[in-house]
């Protein structure tokens, strides 16, 4: 019983510190995380997903709010198969009352587990409780999470991370290891990003691998495959289902930013401290890849290669030395001295063909080989001419030593890195092969060479100036589909952080030291939390510049707003984005826009909210056909005078608008998309002039009224569209909106087509009611536009469009079929009772 006591007190310590953590960092605003793209792109939609399933009205695939109906399951973001989401919505509706939001919960939670998985992986390498507790405090205030924390899935990587290590470690050498990882892997789709999946199944692979090579056996490379295939099996219906982009993906969509974009350097380590020191207002995305005690920890690590170091710098002075010799006796080149200026030609070679390969665009290859042959050719030369004058102070020990260093760190300062990794593997595996590791090493050693391999893996992936594993990767389908290489660095942290606590673990002499160097550099990170999250210096968190902490009453406001304004939701709204004065884009000059022109001109998701329809919304769901269909209004988001995904481009307007097949086009668009409402940024009048020309010259439109919106905007109000859902000459027919129903009364003196603003799918079911009970269902079809219509009998009848979907109802129970097994396979681990810690 004392011994359960025992256990359960450390956990009890870390729930408490995890809410304590956030408490005070949402203590100056308890919604500050809810901020960019969790609440104008994750949060609207999440929140009326969950506000149906919970209301007993079933899992909505479909938000016609959007755009003109998209598939809120073709992302995966939103949520609806994670079962930490619907935990994390249920406590925030039903036991907070809505103090917290959904996703800041879902943040609170991720944390909690991250630090308990992490604490249980530490626990189970049976390490000193101090390097635990420092371990533990370096992994919780990461500064990287924090700083990402406007993306919600951010948070995945700090919980599924320790998880998926610590069910490699108690899986190892066990024949659960067949199975389970796979299960585990196929869990992590579940929880909405497949981007993170792809990169969880890299670092499993290369755990299995790694260990085979320790093994010394072919067949431990069949649980890799055993798992892959579960994990292939469990997850084919999940991204065939819910992955999958709703028709077929624009390119113009895509951003195209490719699987480069937003990559770091590791010297942004340094970075915090100058911000903090200097007081810089805002942090650049430049700047977000940060860590502190992170940095510091990852120095551990380096202990790992000491041995191979060591044996480096003897073989290279050695070297050096003969070289030397021989080249001032006028002797005869030995083979080791000539292997060693060969070596030195063979690095230079392989740099130039390296970055020819991957960095063309990039850096000047030649020139990067030159200067190495160069400086190689400087140091040989030196030390020749001071062994000649007999000075010998050139090849003093020391100095010897110095250079062989420098040439080590020249390696990887001039981005070898991939080059270093892959002879890195080589050499484990020979020395594993000839038999030289199995005594030396104990399990917990080895399992800490898995992670190693994986975090410098992801580390040169994110980091790596080389580029060449993410350029390889880049190249492969559906992974070159990524954006935004960062991303993967939050894989790495708890890699680098239980490697480094194990190596730390074994230090003697300074153990003491070392401990209180990490403890500054954990008070050092987490006061930079502190300032990045309540000084109003992070991009969107607390920052003067947007107004999310004053969401609460935008809301009321823009209630108020709709109905003064006599707002008829049989209507589409569109945002006309601002012209600068130099005609730059919005990313130039982002505190131009505060958020209330999202929330008031209801740009990327703000207008599902609302339960308003919308052309805007957010990029990554539209379908190509859907953008065709309103491309004369829209522009891609690459387009200058943008100014959120999917916002109208008032340059395109300028540019276009003497094109009378265009105008005609435009026209068109505007009258079947319904856009009666457009507002207008009134701080742009080279913008509204531009919008108001181009309704000048359609016919059939006119600018009925113009209104003072809030806030800097104008609303305009457009006659001459078509509503949503009409009949015969674009007379409106009434409907009443769910997120994944539309819904409206029919009367007909004879059977009648209508016409639905909504972008044909097959899956839409358009079904009859008399009394409450179904009748039938009316046959849909699709217009020359790509609209939908049908015939309505004649007679009294409730109509309701809705959107069915039998495959995502079997992605459905395979989801709940994996949660399950993953739960019943954790647990089984948990209880597993053959080794709780395993021996160093």
Known sequence: MKNKTRNLIPVLVIVLYSILFFAVILSKNRSSLYVDDNILQWGPVINKAFDNIFSGKGIPYWNFYQYKGINIFSSGYYGLLNPFMY???????????????????????????????????????????????????????????????????????????????????????????????????????????VQFSCYYVIVYCIFQVVASVQKKKLKELVPLMTNLMIFIG????????????????????????????????????????CIVLFNNKTISYGNYMNYIGLGFFAWFCLLYAASAIKTLYTKTECGIQLAVSK??????????????????????????????????????????????????????????????????????????????????????????????????????????????GQNKYNESE??????????????????????????????????????????????????????????????????????????????????????????????????????????????PEVEILLDKNHIDNNYRFLTIGKIYRDNGTYYTNPNEYSSKICFYGFTKNISTEYGLFSLNGYDNIFSKKGFDQSNAIMSSITDEGMMCNMVASPLSYLQYMKDPEWINKFEDQMISNGVKYVLVDKNSPKAIEAFTQVIEKCPK?????????????????????????????????????????????????????????????????????????????????????????????????????????????????????????????????????SHKTIST
């Open 87 to 193: 935990v994390s919505y249920a406590i925030s509706h039903y036991l907070l009352n809505g103090f917290l939001e959904t996703l800041i919960v879902y943040e609170i939670i991720m944390y909690m587990l991250g630090n308990l998985m992490m604490y249980k992986i530490l626990r189970t390498l049976n390490l000193k409780r101090s390097t635990i507790i420092i371990a533990m405090l370096t992994y919780s205030t990461s500064v990287i999470f924090f700083l990402f924390s406007f993306y919600y899935f951010t948070f995945n990587n700090y919980f599924f991370m320790p998880f998926l290590m610590w069910t490699f470690i108690q899986t190892n050498s066990k024949r659960t290891r067949y199975f389970i990882p796979g299960i585990v892997l196929a869990f992590s789709l579940l929880m909405g990003h």
């Open 234 to 273: 469990l997850s084919s219906g999940i991204i065939i289902g819910s992955m999958k982009v709703s028709g077929d993906r624009s390119l113009i969509l895509s951003g195209n930013e490719g699987f480069f974009a937003l990559n770091v350097a590791i010297s942004n380590i340094f970075k915090p401290i």
């Open 327 to 436: 080249l001032t006796s006028h002797g005869k080149i030995s083979n080791k001295s000539r292997l060693l200026l060969y070596g030195i030609l063979y690095f230079a070679a392989v740099r130039a063909a390296v970055y020819y390969l991957f960095e063309q665009y990039h850096y000047s290859p030649i020139a990067d080989a030159v200067i190495v042959i160069l400086i190689a050719i400087s140091v040989v030369c030196l030390l020749v001419h001071d062994q000649k004058t007999n000075t010998h102070y050139m090849t003093s020990h020391k100095l010897r030593a110095g250079c062989v260093l420098f040439l080590i760190l020249l390696f990887l300062v001039l981005k070898l890195d991939f080059v270093l990794y892959l002879a890195a593997i080589v050499c484990y595996i020979h020395f594993f092969i000839k038999g030289k």
């Open 446 to 555: 080895k399992l800490m060479h898995c992670f190693l391999f994986a975090a410098v893996f992801i580390v040169i992936m994110a980091e790596g100036s080389g580029h060449g594993i993410a350029d390889i990767l880049g190249h492969l389908p559906f992974i070159r589909e990524f954006r935004f290489l960062y991303k993967c660095s939050f894989i790495y942290v708890p890699l680098i952080i239980v490697t480094g606590a194990y190596k730390l673990d074994s230090v003697k002499k300074y153990y003491k030291p070392v401990i209180i160097a990490s403890l500054v550099s954990v008070i050092f990170s987490f006061v930079a939390i502190l300032y990045f999250m309540l000084s109003g210096a992070h991009n969107f968190i607390n920052n003067k510049h947007f107004d999310y902490w004053d969401y609460k009453n935008i809301k």
């Open 701 to 833: 439109l006119t600018i009925s009224s113009v209104h003072d919106w809030t806030h800097g905007m104008k609303l305009m109000e457009i006659d001459g569209v078509s509503p949503i859902c009409s009949y015969g000459d674009n007379i409106e027919i009434p409907i009443k909106a769910d997120l994944d129903t539309l819904n409206f009364d029919t009367d007909f003196a004879k059977d009648t087509e209508i016409v639905v603003s909504m972008t044909y799918v097959d899956n839409y079911k358009l079904t009859l009611y008399q009394d409450g009970r179904s009748v039938g269902d009316a046959k849909l079809s699709e217009t020359s536009d790509g609209y939908i219509s049908a015939v309505i009998p004649k007679g009294n009848y409730t109509v309701q469009l809705s959107y069915e979907n039998k495959e995502m109802d079997i992605t459905v129970l395979i989801a709940i079929f994996t949660t399950i097994i993953t739960s019943a396979a954790t647990i089984y681990l948990f209880l597993d009772k």
